[in-house]
């Protein structure tokens, strides 16, 4: 069992109150991720969560229990934090094992949960090599491992792949996501990438300057934003936002329209403009588009669109893929 309950839980730090009050369900097996911007508080939260951190108020339980006051081993919880923090001087299996002969386990049992957390995350043929000689998603999947044969009620991940390139990023998101399948255990991971959140979580956790935003799967977040910062925030490129006459006629303070959702044209159109950049990536093309009236956008197109730097351009919003807001942000 793995279920995370959250109850009005609030942290200061002298007169700085960085998470002013956040309830939230966690349900058991559920992946769940923390994103917002740099600062929103998404690492505090998981810190607070795995015990690292004092709650100034509120209550944390899981699978029912309070252990808001709880030292962090008496949590049953695993975490793997942005640096891998393997000992250079050990062997992979030593580095896995180390949790398991610090807390007295018998040495049989250390090996049989060494061996099985090694055969999940294909490490069995570098149980005796040291990190020094790994790449760095092996590395990373040795700390991984770390945490599997804790059998924990819950796995705490503080932005594990930040310190990967591109290539390694997206190959370890799968492999984690494929990871959560195979163990079925809650997974609770914190990012500011919001592709990762969109690609691995089961339930994304959107927060803002430590209040959460809004919280629901990534197609929920996607189609149907709470408000103005989580429409910008969740989908790649971001949402485009205009303002003014255009957002007046359509009955809004401010629309929003994702790049994939503009009919373009080189001859008519609502919204004419000037092409910038034209990224041309094969199976699509983005463009980088200043309007006359001096609003920049993103469109997209699929395939080859037949433009070029200085080029005229007009695009129009397709309805029933318009986003609306208030004067105050809300979606309308």
């Not at 503080?158 to 163990?183: C, F, Y």
Request: charged share 20%; with cysteine; aromatic share 6%.
């Amino acid at each position: 069992m793995g279920s995370i309950t959250l109850k009005q839980v609030r942290k200061a730090f002298g007169e700085v109150e960085v998470i002013p009050g956040v309830d939230l369900q966690i349900n058991d097996g559920e992946f769940v991720v923390f994103v917002g911007p740099s600062g929103c508080g998404k690492s505090t939260l998981l810190r607070l969560i795995a015990g690292l951190e004092d709650v100034t108020s509120g209550q944390i339980l899981i699978d029912g229990q309070d252990v808001t006051h709880a030292a962090p081993a008496k949590r049953k919880l695993a975490m793997v934090f942005q640096s891998y923090a393997l000992y250079p001087h050990m062997s992979v299996r030593k580095n896995i094992a180390f949790p398991l002969k610090m807390a007295g386990m018998d040495a049989a049992e250390q090996d049989r949960r060494v061996g099985h957390a090694a055969g999940i995350l294909n490490l069995t043929d570098y149980l005796e090599r040291r990190p020094g000689q790994l790449s760095g998603g092996q590395r990373q999947r040795v700390a991984i491992g770390r945490a599997i044969v804790r059998e924990p009620s819950a796995f705490l991940f503080d932005e594990p792949l930040s310190n990967l390139d591109a290539a390694l990023r997206v190959n370890m998101r799968v492999e984690i996501s494929e990871l959560h399948k195979k163990l079925a255990t809650t997974m609770v991971y914190v990012t500011h990438d919001q592709v990762e959140a969109m690609t691995m979580a089961d339930k994304i956790v959107v927060l803002r300057a430590g209040r959460v935003e809004q919280v629901g799967s990534p197609l929920e977040l996607y189609r149907n934003p709470a408000n103005r910062f989580v429409a910008g925030f969740i989908g790649s490129p971001n949402m485009n936002f205009l303002e003014g006459e255009v957002a007046s006629r359509m009955g809004a303070h401010a629309i929003g329209v994702r790049p994939g959702h503009f009919r373009m044209s080189t001859s008519d159109g609502l919204l004419p403009g000037t092409v910038g950049v034209a990224e041309h990536l094969g199976s699509d093309t983005f463009l980088h588009v200043d309007l006359d009236g001096g609003t920049h956008v993103i469109a997209r197109a699929e395939g080859e669109f037949p433009v070029h730097h200085g080029d005229r351009i007009w695009l129009t919003p397709q309805e029933g893929r318009i986003y609306r807001f208030n004067d105050k942000g809300l979606s309308l």
